[in-house]
């Protein structure tokens, strides 16, 4: 997951209602063509938002991150997971795929063992997907799969996460169409008890680049995923401990300012974790705990030390 910028409540039951029956209209009735049209003059506050009675523990605590270009993570999920368990983490977001893979699982046997293994130390597994949303169909069926999939003995991921940041569809307003239409989409396959995170990108990096994502959807995402993941990456804008703090800080004020955004579980992204160290990391533990997420991750496992993992333990479980 890399974010594309320079730089992770209770919600009305009427209103979530509407939400789901379009969602599963769509899956059942809507070609691509009539979800276009759906969708046509629709703004990010018309979304209305599901209803979910799915339990977001999986994205609180300690979480941290293997991609799909973390060979030494891939090669041997057992040492990894362990690992991992030895420094207190409580969720592996683990990456299937993305737009571009020649398959929907980089390796379904590994990915497997990440899951058998992460359950057998007591850890969560939430999948995540990068979509380019050039291509509805295939997106859908990849995130399908994530979802459905199963290990030999039954097994399951504990949630998934949608990567909401590739700029490929342009003009801005068919990318958003296009993500409005699959996250709909994604909604009607997990159904409302499934756990859904939206992965996007930091406030702080969107209000300092323009034209990236400059009318982003914060209403519909808020409205129809569980738990949102801001790429805070405080590495791409600040050094030192006090400005990190700030540079959380001030995601979490933008985001929680935005529509639907006040009060939604919120597990929060900090910096690249090869490219900060156990200062920078202790004071966005701080900002965390200051600004009442459920969960706190840096990007990504292989990169982070010892000294990191040492004051990342204070994320509160």
């Known amino acids: 997951m890399t974010d594309e910028t320079p730089s992770p409540a209770p919600r009305p039951a009427a209103l979530r209602t509407a939400i789901i029956i379009a ?8 070609a691509a063509i009539g979800a276009a049209m759906l969708f046509r003059g629709s703004s990010p506050k018309s979304i209305a938002s599901t209803i979910s009675t799915a339990s977001v523990d999986a994205y609180r605590g300690l979480g941290t991150w293997v991609d799909i270009f973390d060979e030494r993570a891939w090669k041997d999920p057992a040492a990894a997971v362990a690992d991992m368990a030895s420094h207190g983490v409580r969720t592996l977001y683990l990456q299937t795929g993305n737009s ?7 390796d379904v046997a590994a990915t497997e063992a990440f899951i058998r293994e992460s359950h057998a130390h007591g850890m969560r597994v939430v999948a995540w997907y990068l979509p380019y ?4 169909a295939l997106d859908l069926d990849r995130v399908t799969q994530a979802i459905r999939f199963r290990t030999p003995d039954g097994q399951s991921f504990d949630g998934f996460a949608l990567d909401i940041e590739s700029s490929s569809v342009k003009p801005e ?3 958003i169409l296009a993500l409005e239409s699959l996250t709909l989409k994604i909604r009607a396959v997990a159904g409302p008890a ?6 996007i990108p930091s406030p702080v990096g969107l209000a300092r680049k323009s034209g990236y994502w400059d009318a982003f959807p914060y209403a519909m995402v808020a409205n129809t995923y569980d738990v949102l993941l801001p790429m805070g990456y405080y590495t791409y804008h600040a050094k030192g401990a006090g400005p990190v703090y700030t540079d959380a800080k001030e995601n979490m004020r933008m985001l929680r300012a935005e529509p639907g955004c006040a009060t939604i579980p919120v597990h929060l992204i900090g910096g690249l ?9 202790e004071a966005f533990v701080r900002a965390v705990a200051d600004a009442k997420c459920i969960g706190a991750s840096l990007y990504d496992w292989v990169g982070t030390g010892a000294s990191e993992w040492k004051v990342l333990g204070a994320v509160a479980p």
């Open 100 to 106: 571009h893979a020649d398959t929907a699982f980089k």
């Open 173 to 175: 307003s068919t990318r």
């Open 23 to 30: 969602a599963a209209a769509l899956v059942v009735v809507a």
């Open 273 to 281: 974790a090869g490219e900060t160290n156990a200062t920078e990391t």
């Open 133 to 136: 949303l050039k291509d509805e």
């Open 194 to 199: 499934y756990a859904l995170g939206g992965i």
